[in-house]
């Protein structure tokens, strides 16, 4: 259909139209003529269906209001007033994504479906939660969502409950949740951007019910919202939909929701804060230092691109030079940036991890005196080459890595639309790229260091340093607080927050009647495809070496992947392997320094880089094959000189210099630090199974807390470790790297197949011919029950088991299963009733088996929930139309778009695992074919399980050990 510019089609003004290349759609701008509400429309042949509507919120306080409103909200509305209307459509939809997310000034609620049908169901659900939510009539949700007074008998301590309260207590225990936090707070004193819009734990209590409901009232209305349709929806049918449902309903209301610019300062703000370590935790070290540069407007186009590359280039890259200048004055072990260009005036950050309170002056020092000398001698045109064609290969491929691309577009548009500019401008990208791309041949990196960090006074120089028990001592406060609170309440107050604390566990308890439940829209079986995907592989010998084809449309990219078996590897190198795996591609060979191999790789591939990986087999527990993998994609020509380089890593990369190796352990310890604070729940689940399956024992050796000890070890001697592992890692790269352990893996078509085929030679040929033997690694089962206390103030709590060493075997119904567990009971029992600000199942075709908990205020608690799990699968009973639910949701799973490089790496995956298409196709008719009896028998599994009795918990130490009769080894993770 034609459309044209003013016309009016279903209450829809037409403003705008544009053809836009770079992402094959067509956009078209919309104003509702009634209510003022802007909509973005791209047509193209997506199947990957997005529709998202979005409001302007900018906080006034850090209650974490907004945040608040997101999660509450999807808790019952008009249309659809059951307790989660969200998590039944999680449960039973077709949906590719479903969300809702609070940033520092706006909220949104995407969804994605490939199906019609259920598209304009979850828009419906969504639509009617944003403009209609129960939040008006039932106190009760934001008291479970946001924060209550917790207390079920008088004589209880009285304590803070809450979901978001708890996801904001585990945010805030990560030093660098803290330090972004502080950066933003620290260059916008006066304007929303000094807030915590998620919710600082401190202010949440101060959120009153009046509040909440009055920022629901002001912001989320159409005149403030931003609405996307995206992918090969019905045009006409959406804007017919959300008119007459919806936006008719109301009228264009004035909305003050404008976020005022930041006045400039005269000077750097010299700030300075502290963080929560264990009183056992040395203070060395700990301290982070920032300076942050307040950096023009984001809808300016050359601050949004360009200063992300220049991020990238100053920052990221292998031997960037601002990080490099920052590691040789030794200012801190890990060095990093980050760039926001989310929000009105968009920040750079340039970061010192693992460094000194006394280092500030030095660090401030060696940052300006090396900016100064890159805009006196310029930048390496090959560094600014290889990033630009690095940002370009990226935007090209436009893999989106799980995340619907309609919804990265959205939120690309969002970064301009929401403060006034237009929505295209960082989704129309080839115009910046020509731009930025004449900066080869010009000063124009330099000049915007000038202008934005050298001649910017708009800046902030902040030290975040640790102090020992810091957070013992918040929550000694916080609990004199609350007593002397309780103390000065009346017979009559007490009675009522008890009163109320029961009425919430009365409504968190008491299930959604059947006729509530049926007013969530469901599709039927029918509406599901019966049959697998088919992801062949075609095997052939090419010069002795077996290559591994995954034919698909890749836009002529080749995604590569060199596969060395690594089971030649003595077990007590098993670490040092995963070493020269971190090591490969960035220390220097016989051709290249560090720098300039980055450079080739930057500019001839989309990234190239060593890994250690293992693949389990889904027949047999015991059985894993690791490998070492060099990956790579590439535009098909470019493949020749890829292979140059990547022969050119495995044959001749020198490990001699032993700064450079101190550099890269030490960021490698610092990014594992990070990452058993942010996401302990990996960490535990990765921890539990490597006590009873051998390859999540090897998995620990080589990316889990054991190969962090083994870092910290060598790091800790580092002066007389040296040798050895510098003769270690020639020993390894002159064992692994051999012809006869070799597989190739490709993603592609025919003619980059073709391309491997006649190139692949360069690397076959510097590889060793000598034969090999491989070993057999050890592993005894060990129930090791570990406490890893850090200083967060949540807990991950952990158990499993694997279900195969019980007897049991898998069944596609275990994956209904595991919907089941995680969306109703678990759900239930550790989110909503025990605030946890998550939780889940894993339930894999080894027969592992765990059950997890996310930011977790409790810990025995959650270890009681896990263990009765069994009675409630014993009773579970629920109509046919609940079952039709969780087994659609379970579809779901299994049916994700995929993108060409990710349909190759399941492809291989299943090929490796030995999962053929038939036991795929076995397990979707198991799927299909579950029932209540089916999900019943499981509580025996289930029992054996947890009978198992193996317990991991990452997290806060004062309740670990306050509970330490449940562990057998309490172990001080950073100590």
């Known amino acids: 259909m034609e459309y044209k510019i003013g016309i009016n089609y279903n209450g829809f003004v037409l403003v705008r139209e544009e053809n836009i290349k770079e992402v094959n759609s067509i956009a078209r701008i919309f104003e509702h003529e009634k209510t003022g509400a802007r909509l973005l429309h791209m047509e193209n042949d997506d199947t990957n269906k997005v529709f998202s509507i979005g409001f302007k919120t900018p906080p006034e306080d850090s209650t974490g209001v907004m945040h608040i409103l997101e999660h509450s909200v999807l808790c019952g509305s008009r249309k659809f007033p059951t307790k989660e209307p969200f998590v039944e459509l999680v449960k039973g939809s077709l949906n590719t994504f479903l969300n809702a997310m609070t940033f520092s000034d706006k909220t949104i609620y995407p969804i994605a479906s490939q199906n019609e049908k259920d598209f304009f169901n979850l828009m419906d659900v969504y639509l009617d939660a944003v403009f209609y939510p129960n939040i008006y009539k039932t106190k009760e949700i934001l008291m479970q969502e946001g924060w209550h007074y917790d ?109 005022k610019p930041q006045e400039k300062y005269n000077s750097i703000k010299d700030v300075e804060y502290t963080y929560s370590i264990s009183e056992e935790d040395d203070e060395k070290e700990k301290t982070f230092l920032a300076l942050n540069y307040v950096t023009g407007k984001s809808t300016d186009e050359e601050v949004y691109m360009d ?31 980050s760039f926001d260009g989310g929000i009105l005036q968009p920040v750079f950050s340039i970061i010192a991890k693992n460094s000194e309170a006394d280092k500030k002056e030095e660090f401030k020092k060696v940052v300006y005196d090396t900016l100064n000398d890159i805009v006196k001698n310029g930048i390496d045109k090959k560094l600014i080459e290889g990033c630009i064609n690095a940002f370009e290969f990226r935007l090209r491929e436009a893999d989106t890595g799980g995340y619907p691309k309609g919804l990265v577009y959205y939120m690309n548009a969002m970064d301009s639309w929401l403060y006034g500019g237009d929505p295209l401008m960082h989704i129309k990208y080839e115009h910046a790229i020509e731009n930025v791309k004449k900066s080869l041949n010009t000063n124009h990196f330099e000049e915007l260091i000038k202008k934005y960090m050298l001649d910017n006074t708009h800046a902030s120089l902040l030290t975040l340093k640790p102090e020992k028990g810091l957070a013992q001592r918040e929550e000694d406060e916080l609990k004199e607080k609350l007593e002397n609170y309780k103390n000065s309440l009346s017979e009559e107050e007490l009675n009522k927050i008890v009163e109320e604390t029961n009425n919430l566990i009365l409504r968190q308890s008491t299930p959604d009647s059947p006729e509530l439940l049926e ?40 995604y590569l992947n060199f596969m060395f078996y690594g089971k030649c590897i003595k077990e007590e190198d098993i670490p040092y392997f995963s070493l020269l795996g971190n090591l490969l591609a960035k220390v220097d060979t016989k051709t290249y320094d560090y720098k300039e191999l ?234 909503v009733k025990g605030g946890a600000y998550g939780c889940m199942s894993t339930i894999a075709r080894t027969g592992n088996m765990a059950f997890v908990s996310y930011r977790d205020p409790n810990l025995t608690e959650t270890l009681k929930a896990f263990n009765e799990a069994p009675d409630f699968i014993k009773s579970f009973d629920v109509s046919d139309r609940e079952m039709t639910k969780y087994i659609i949701g379970t579809i779901s799973n299994l049916d994700m778009p995929l993108t060409p490089a990710s349909k190759g790496e399941k492809a291989l995956g299943m090929y490796m ?22 999900i019943k028998e499981y509580n025996k599994l289930i029992e054996d399980v947890m009978n198992k009795d193996f317990i991991c918990v990452v997290g806060d130490e004062k309740k670990i050990k306050a509970d330490k009769d449940v562990f057998k080894n309490l172990i001080n993770v950073f100590n």
């Open 151 to 259: 207390l079920e008998k008088k004589e209880d301590e009285l304590t803070y409950k809450g979901v978001v309260y708890n996801e904001m207590k585990g945010a805030f225990s990560s030093p660098e949740g803290i330090l972004m936090r502080k950066i933003q707070e620290t260059l916008f004193p006066d304007n929303t951007y000094s807030n915590e819009s998620g919710g600082d734990p401190k202010y949440i209590p101060d959120l009153t019910y009046e509040q909440f409901i009055d920022t629901h009232k002001k912001y989320y209305h159409p005149s403030n919202s931003y609405i996307f349709l995206y992918g090969d929806v019905n045009l006409e049918k959406c804007l017919k939909f959300i008119n007459e449902e919806y936006l008719a309903n109301f009228d264009k209301k004035e909305i003050d929701a404008e976020i």
């Open 307 to 337: 200063l992300n590359l220049l991020e990238y280039i100053l920052l990221e890259a292998e031997g960037a030079p601002l990080k490099k200048a920052l590691l040789d004055a030794e200012i801190g072990k890990d060095v990093f940036g």
């Open 519 to 558: 007013t969530i829209p469901l599709l039927s079986l029918d509406d599901i495809g019966k049959e697998v995907e088919d992801l062949p592989i075609n095997k052939e010998k090419h010069n002795d070496i077996e290559i591994l084809h995954c034919n698909t449309f890749t836009s002529n990219i080749a």
């Open 598 to 831: 980055s450079n080739e790789i930057l500019i001839n591939t989309g990234d190239m880089y060593f890994r250690n990986n293992v693949y389990g087999n889904d027949k047999d527990e015991n059985k894993y094959y690791p490998f070492l993998e060099v990956r790579t994609k590439v535009m098909d020509d470019k493949i020749y000189k890829s292979m140059e380089i990547m022969a050119d890593i495995v044959n001749n990369s020198l490990f001699e210099d032993n700064k450079r190796i101190r550099e890269v352990i030490r960021e490698l310890i610092s990014r594992i630090e990070m990452m058993l604070m942010q996401a302990g729940h990996q960490v535990a689940v990765g921890r539990v199974a490597s006590y009873f399956s051998p390859a999540a024992s090897y998995m620990e050796k080589i990316s889990g807390y054991d190969y962090y000890k083994f870092l910290k070890d060598i790091e800790n001697d580092f002066d007389n470790k040296i040798e050895n592992l510098k003769s270690k890692l020639y020993e390894l790269q002159n064992t692994i790297f051999n012809k006869n352990n070799l597989m190739v893996f490709i993603t592609g078509e025919d003619k980059e197949l073709n391309l491997l085929k006649e190139n692949m030679n360069k690397v076959v040929d510097v590889l060793s011919t000598e034969p090999l033997n491989n070993n057999d690694y050890t592993f005894s089962e060990e129930q090791k029950n570990e406490g890893l206390m850090t200083p967060a103030n949540v807990d991950y709590v952990c158990k499993g088991y694997n279900f195969k060493k019980l007897g049991y075997d898998y069944n596609g119904s275990l994956l209904v299963l595991k919907t089941i567990l995680g969306y109703d009971y678990l759900w239930n029992r550790v989110r």
């Open 913 to 934: 695992r030995g999962i053929t298409k038939e036991d795929r196709q076995r397990e979707r008719d198991e799927v299909l074919a579950t029932n209540v009896e089916t």
